[in-house]
């Protein structure tokens, strides 16, 4: 933003423009993905994968915010849970470990998250 306030959006580069020059000059790297194979997952429930979506626009105009927990083996999904916050940061850690606790309750414990 302060690039465009200063030069105008006609001057500056897209984000992804400037994403790749950084990473040509050695400045940014691409993050490694690790795969499943590498993970050696071999079973599922072996290892679940927890992703948060947040700011999520209601009909109402209210704000959410869910968790999102995937066998990373099968890609099954084993739960979501919502809350009426609009970033996972506003949840509190009780609310978080409850609904852990639930998934626990319904599919075992994982060896990793």
Known sequence: MILIERYGAEA???????????????????RSIRTVSE?????????????AKENLELQDGSRACYLTIVDT????????HCFAKKNISQV???????????????????KAI
């Open 12 to 30: 500056v580069p897209s984000v992804r423009t400037l994403q790749y020059a950084f990473r040509k000059a050695g400045l940014n790297k691409r």
């Open 73 to 80: 083996k099968s890609g099954g999904v084993l739960g979501n």
């Open 39 to 51: 993970k050696k997952v071999t079973k599922v429930h072996e290892e679940w994968q927890i992703d």
């Open 92 to 110: 509190t850690e009780i609310a978080v470990r409850d609904a852990l606790i639930s998934s626990f309750q319904k599919w075992g414990k994982p």
